[in-house]
C-alpha cells in the first residue's frame, strides 16, 4: 500500500551508504563495495515473494523484484516505450511491460519478445543481515 511504499522510501534515503562511512560496516560488504556506492534498499522482509518495489536514486529508476525469494534490481523504464515496470507483471519468465507486454529477463535484463529490442540494465544484489543492498555507481 501506499504508506508501507512511503515508509520503504524513507528507509532507503536514511541507508545510503557513503564512501567516507564504509568502513563502518561489515568486512564482506567493504570488500565487495570497493570502488562504488552501496545502496540500502531496505529489509527483505518487506518485498514479499511475487512483490515488485520502484523507487529514485539520484537520476536512476530502479526496481527491485522478489522472484521465488530471489531478489533482483533492474532499471525500473522500459527501453521500448518508457513505461514503469514497477507496475508490470512478474512471471517466472521475467518482469511484463503494462504498455506492450515485452518480457525482460530479471538476470540479465534481456527482452524475451518484442517489440522491446534493448536490454534493461540490471543491478548486483546483495543481501546482508537481512538488508538488501544495491551496487549503484
Known amino acids: ?15 545510503i ?10 568486512m564482506s560488504l ?7 556506492l552501496l545502496l540500502c534498499a531496505g529489509s527483505i522482509q518487506k518485498l514479499g515473494k511475487g512483490e515488485l518495489f ?20 533492474t532499471d525500473r523504464i522500459c527501453t521500448h516505450a518508457e513505461a514503469d515496470l514497477s507496475n508490470g507483471f ?5 518482469i511484463t511491460c503494462p504498455l506492450h507486454l515485452s518480457v525482460f529477463n530479471l538476470e540479465t535484463g534481456m527482452p524475451q519478445n518484442p517489440p522491446a529490442e534493448k536490454p534493461l540494465r540490471t543491478y548486483n544484489v546483495k543481501i546482508e543481515q537481512n538488508e538488501i ?3 549503484v555507481d
Do not use: H, R
Not at 30 to 36: E, M, N, P, Q, S
Not at 90 to 94: A, H, R, V
Open 133 to 135: 543492498y544495491i551496487e
Open 30 to 36: 567493504i570488500l565487495w563495495a570497493t570502488f562504488l
Open 1 to 15: 500500500n501506499n504508506e508501507d511504499q512511503t515508509e520503504f522510501q524513507k528507509e532507503l534515503q536514511e541507508c
Open 90 to 94: 512478474l512471471t517466472e519468465e521475467g
Open 17 to 26: 551508504v557513503p564512501s567516507a562511512e564504509i568502513e563502518a560496516y561489515p
Open 54 to 73: 520502484g523507487f529514485d536514486y539520484d537520476d536512476k529508476k530502479i526496481l527491485l523484484a522478489n522472484l521465488n525469494g530471489k531478489i533482483y534490481a
